[in-house]
């Protein structure tokens, strides 16, 4: 089978952005490419290794491809494409230089051939990311997460979702209740559990993410303890007070910790309804957050009544741990 290959040179911090306007259209698969010059940091820390060679993207630039289907018009694809891309800018998100193209591949040239690429990686001092594929032996402190993200968002490598696993190893406790606000791969809500969460409520606005992040509990045998649930942000949630989902959810209101890898736009959408889900002394961690947002995103965070505990960074990229206080 042919697929369509579209192509779009723009820059990291549109990247989520752009790679979710592709995924609205119909994309079968999104691929990123980031920078990887000689001039940027390469984080081995934990034992990372890197099976790509530096490439010659410049620096904060990233490539996104979209695969769609043989019949699709991909230069009617670009027309619909190229306002919603230059109307980010009055989102103070800049996709630089845009740059288009298009053309036609085999199945087999982009279905699978990623996974070559996609190896065994240290993530925390405890949790590592296994794909399905590869063998790996873990040593006695090492926690493994089995993971075939298929065409959702999340392996671990992007600096959000690292971010997110190194607050998690620190937060958690063992025995909590957790919200995952765009679950994507599952990822999150797995290594949670992994690190003694007692269950899990992931959710996630796009199908396709449900059905991988609802494989992806399976294969790490923690269906009893990970729901998946079809949900724009918390709104199942509501529909829990209205009666339509009363009773079967599979965490008890209020939660312990919630946790959202999503972009600050959104972030900022749902702050108050965090806030409400949340026990006093809960914690809130907010990642996917570009640096030229960080002032929002922590304003908005305190307006709520949340007290910043912490911020991580990596690279550009900003994790916020935030808590409820407690009711005096």
């Not at 990372?48 to 490539?63: C, F, K, S, T, V």
């Amino acid at each position: 089978m042919k697929w369509h290959e579209l192509t779009i040179s723009t820059t990291e911090e549109a990247q989520e952005m752009i790679s979710n306007f592709l995924h609205e259209m119909g994309a079968g698969g999104v691929s990123i490419e980031e920078s990887g010059t000689l001039n940027k940091t390469r984080d081995t820390s934990l034992g990372q290794w890197y099976e790509l060679p530096l490439n010659d993207i410049p620096e904060g630039q990233a490539i996104i491809k979209g695969y769609f289907t043989e019949d699709t018009d991909t230069d009617a694809l670009i027309e619909v494409l190229k306002p919603r891309i230059e109307e980010l800018r009055e989102f103070d998100i800049d996709p630089g230089d845009v740059v288009y193209s298009a053309a036609a591949v085999d199945d087999e040239d982009w279905a699978t051939a990623w996974k070559q690429y996609f190896k065994p990686i240290r993530v925390s001092d405890t949790l590592t990311i296994k794909p399905t594929w590869e063998e790996y032996e873990a040593a006695p402190n090492e926690r493994i997460i089995e993971l075939d993200p298929g065409m959702a968002f999340g392996t671990g490598t992007h600096p959000t979702t690292a971010l997110c696993l190194q607050t998690l190893e620190s937060v958690v406790r063992g025995g909590e209740e957790m919200i995952d606000v765009g679950t994507g791969s599952g990822i999150l809500a797995i290594g949670a559990c992994r690190l003694g969460a007692k269950s899990v409520l992931a959710l996630d606005l796009d199908p396709i993410a449900v059905s991988s992040a609802t494989e992806n509990v399976k294969l790490n045998d923690l269906s009893h303890q990970i729901e998946v649930r079809l949900s724009d942000l918390l709104g199942v949630l509501k529909e829990g007070e209205a009666g339509t989902a009363s009773g079967t959810l599979h965490v008890s209101l209020p939660v312990d910790l919630v946790v959202a890898n999503i972009l600050a736009e959104i972030i900022l959408l749902f702050v108050d309804d965090v806030y409400a889900a949340l026990k006093p002394n809960g914690i809130y961690i907010a990642s996917g957050v570009y640096k030229n947002k960080e002032t929002d995103v922590e304003d908005g965070l305190i307006r709520s009544g949340f007290e910043i505990v912490e911020k991580r960074r990596d690279e550009d990229w900003i994790a916020f741990v935030a808590r409820k206080p407690q009711v005096v």
